[in-house]
């Protein structure tokens, strides 16, 4: 089989080119990235299985190669993959799910921090009084893995109440400081909102102006999870009336690099990062390792 590497994987892969399952294939490794649709088209032409990231793979670069048996996404989630097309034309789809688990929550907590101590207010010749976590109340939207590493890094903040919303209770991390709350209790109550989910239909605009009106004047609204997620519109109009005092996001309706004219930018109430949630040597390494894991089986059983 040709199995093409379409973007650069960012850590050395050739303990695993090397393992003798692999050897038996051809492999092309593409070592520049591209979000070129034609250029894209061109790498995944002629191959049987493609690994690639959070490159977006549509129906309209897919359908070009109808030999595609497989791809394998080292990423988390999968809402860049035209999975419909997939499905329907029976090309299986892996991803690297967990990879970035403790890299995400550890970004969520210098998220936290940060807004406490008013990161986008500092200079060398400015001061500004901080808040500490103590009294808090920090409201985690879904609870997948990351949401729970955020709650374990939590653990050592003292007299911190933590609340979470999710489509089932988790009954097994729940105590007198870790609560389930309804979502429109957990808007409400928090001082500090950070979201979990992952974009799908029903998540799509998961806060809009009815969620933005029942959260606290000056709340903090930390995204890690998709930019998707929130209704720009909306969230516009929460920073320009100053209902949001901070937010704080690694992710877009966009991928990065965005544009200096960007409307997100021109706020002061606002620390964003580019999508880098996911990206330490640690992860990296991870999400290879399953990935490659995933498509030995492939190999294997095919």
């Known amino acids: 089989m040709k199995i093409v ?22 492999i092309f490794e593409y070592k520049t990235k591209t979000n070129d649709e034609d250029e894209l088209v061109n790498r995944i032409s002629d191959a049987d299985i493609v690994i690639s990231d959070n490159t977006p793979l549509t129906k309209e670069i897919l359908s070009k190669n109808p030999h595609l048996k497989a791809l394998f996404i080292a990423f988390s989630g999968l809402d860049h993959i035209d999975l419909n097309y997939c499905n329907e034309n029976k090309i299986q789809v892996f991803n690297a799910s967990g990879y970035s688990t403790n890299a995400v929550a550890e970004l969520t907590l210098m998220f936290i921090l940060m807004s406490l101590r008013k990161f986008n ?18 409201g985690l939207v879904g609870m997948g893995n990351i949401s729970k590493e955020v709650i374990h890094l939590l653990s050592v903040f003292n007299n911190l109440e933590i609340l979470y919303y999710s489509k089932s209770r988790h009954l097994e991390i729940e105590n007198e400081k870790i609560k389930f709350k309804s979502k429109k209790d957990l808007l409400k109550e928090s001082d500090i909102i950070s979201l979990h989910v992952p974009l799908n239909e029903k998540t799509t605009n998961f806060l809009d102006e009815y969620e933005f009106s029942l959260m606290k004047k000056g709340v903090i609204l930390i995204n890690t999870a998709r930019g998707k997620l929130i209704s720009k519109e909306s969230l516009l109009k929460a920073l320009k009336d100053n209902k949001i005092s901070l937010y704080l996001s690694d992710v877009f309706e966009i991928e990065p ?46």
């Not at 808040?131 to 808090?136: A, F, I, K």
């Not at 995933?294 to 095919?302: Q, R």
């Open 257 to 302: 690099p965005l544009d200096d004219n960007y409307d997100l930018l021109q706020f002061k109430n606002v620390i964003i990062t580019p999508h880098i949630g996911f990206y330490t040597k640690e992860a990296m390494e991870k999400r290879v390792k399953i990935i490659f894991e995933k498509l030995s089986t492939f190999l294997i059983s095919y």
């Open 5 to 26: 590497i379409l973007q650069p994987l960012e850590t050395d892969i050739s303990f695993y080119l090397n393992n003798d399952i692999f050897k038996k294939h051809q």
């Open 121 to 138: 207010e500092l200079n060398y010749k400015h001061k500004t009084i901080g808040r500490e976590l103590t009294n808090m109340k920090i």
